[in-house]
């Protein structure tokens, strides 16, 4: 599906991936993008995302966490403010557009809106965050988590791979350890944050469709499961006297593609390893990994539940013994209904067909959660390709995605109520 859009937001839509271009080179990466969390290039980020703020025609500060943040009053004075936002940092050897397209289409949307002349009774912010991929410190959404007030203060002692600590980056960013509270957003002044973001996935491509609302961002599980059983002769035990670890491993990786296909969510087995290792020795230990997503905690929590009760019997049939650890649980969060229906009615009247979906990938918009009602908008991406220099979208797409998010802004002021 393609939609031709007016002039000015081809024009727009130009410049937006024109801007994406000027902020790849921003990098310390010889050839590739590689931009992490208080470095000189996220000053160099932070510096022209700022101007492009105030040529907007919004007021600009640094924040104590390192965010670039953009302001235009509204009509009446210190209302509180609705918050557009993504992410300027990035992975090594990324892509052009994870995080930052979503912080540019905020900028031209907040100028649109001004030129508009709308008077809106209340505040809009852009804020482009510091960190959110978690490279050099280990902990991703950290400068989120700063706005939201739930910054943990035990990375400040956490070092990168130079061996500088997060507190030592700071004093060499300008910026005050102390201070960092001074980052908080009061949840008083804060109406919703929206997040426009690439899909980062193949679905919206796969349908034939520029945008989707998402429905909620997916919690995970991590499990290790480790499986023993007793390594023997590949060619003297018959196949009824084995203990093979590794098959009981197999038809556990088989499991989770059955009940994920059954249950629709997505259940990822990335690594596995056997012991001995040998070509002609039986297994005789196998260690498996098991990430489990769904926007529904609930219903990620029973399939799971049914995984381990299915992969205990076929242990137990086979003479095994399994144990699993948990190495890791988030909860998803859901996008707030009245929102996803404000950028469902956008998304109808720049003419796309709406189709909600989850986001499998982790967001910004989980941290500020904590304070705030949430929503995202996703774009399609070629491939569905992220977290790689492939990363590639359309002006045609981004053009369509900046009206979206301005009919976004309009629908949210029609139901604003102060
Ligand atoms: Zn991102």
Not at 157 to 186: H, K, M, N, P, Y
Request: with cysteine.
């Amino acid at each position: 599906m393609t939609i031709n859009r007016s002039g000015s937001a081809n024009t727009a839509a130009a410049k937006i991936l024109k801007r994406c271009d000027e902020l790849a080179a921003f990098s310390s990466m010889e050839g590739g993008v590689c931009r992490v969390y208080l470095s000189p290039e996220h000053q160099q980020a932070n510096d022209r995302v700022g101007q492009w703020m105030r040529d907007a025609g919004m007021s600009v500060v640094v924040d104590a966490a390192g965010n670039v943040r953009g302001r235009l009053e509204g009509s009446v004075a210190e209302a509180p403010a609705l918050i557009i936002g993504s992410h300027l940092d990035s992975i090594p050897d990324a892509g052009k557009y994870d995080g930052i397209l979503g912080v540019l289409l905020g900028i031209d949307a907040v100028e649109r809106i001004r030129q508009a002349d709308l008077n809106l009774p209340f505040a809009l912010e852009v804020i482009g965050f510091g960190e959110e991929e978690g490279v050099r410190f280990g902990t991703t959404l950290m400068t989120s988590r700063a706005c939201a007030g739930t910054w943990d203060d035990a990375w400040w002692s956490v070092t990168d791979e130079t061996g500088q600590s997060l507190q030592d980056s700071f004093a060499r960013f300008g910026l005050v350890a102390a201070d960092i509270d001074q980052a908080r957003i009061d949840p008083t002044k804060v109406l919703a944050f929206v997040e426009a973001h690439i899909e980062q996935g193949p679905v919206l491509e796969s349908m034939g469709l520029p945008l989707g609302v998402v429905s909620a961002i997916a919690g995970a599980r991590r499990l290790q499961l480790s499986i023993s059983g007793m390594a023997g002769h590949a060619g003297t035990t018959p196949m009824n006297l084995r203990k093979d670890a590794l098959v009981a491993a197999a038809l556990g990786v088989a499991l989770a593609e059955e009940l994920a296909n059954e249950h629709g969510l997505v259940a990822t087995v990335g690594q596995i390893a056997c012991t001995p290792g040998g070509v002609n020795v039986i297994p005789g230990t196998a260690e498996f990994s098991l990430d489990i997503r769904s926007g529904d905690d609930a219903l990620r929590d029973r399939v799971l539940a049914e995984f381990e009760t299915r992969l205990t019997t076929i242990c137990t049939e086979r003479g095994l013994t399994l144990s699993i650890s948990h190495t890791h649980k988030a909860a998803a969060v859901g996008c707030a209904q009245p929102l996803q229906a404000l950028f469902a009615d956008a998304v109808a009247r720049v003419g796309c067909e709406v189709h909600h979906l989850e986001s499998g990938a982790g967001h910004d918009a989980m941290a500020m959660a904590d304070i705030c009602d949430v929503a995202m908008l996703f774009i399609r991406c070629e491939g569905g390709i992220s977290h790689n220099p492939a990363e590639a979208i359309t002006a045609a797409d981004t053009a369509i995605a900046l009206d979206a998010l301005v009919a976004f802004i309009e629908n949210f002021a029609k139901t604003y109520k102060s």
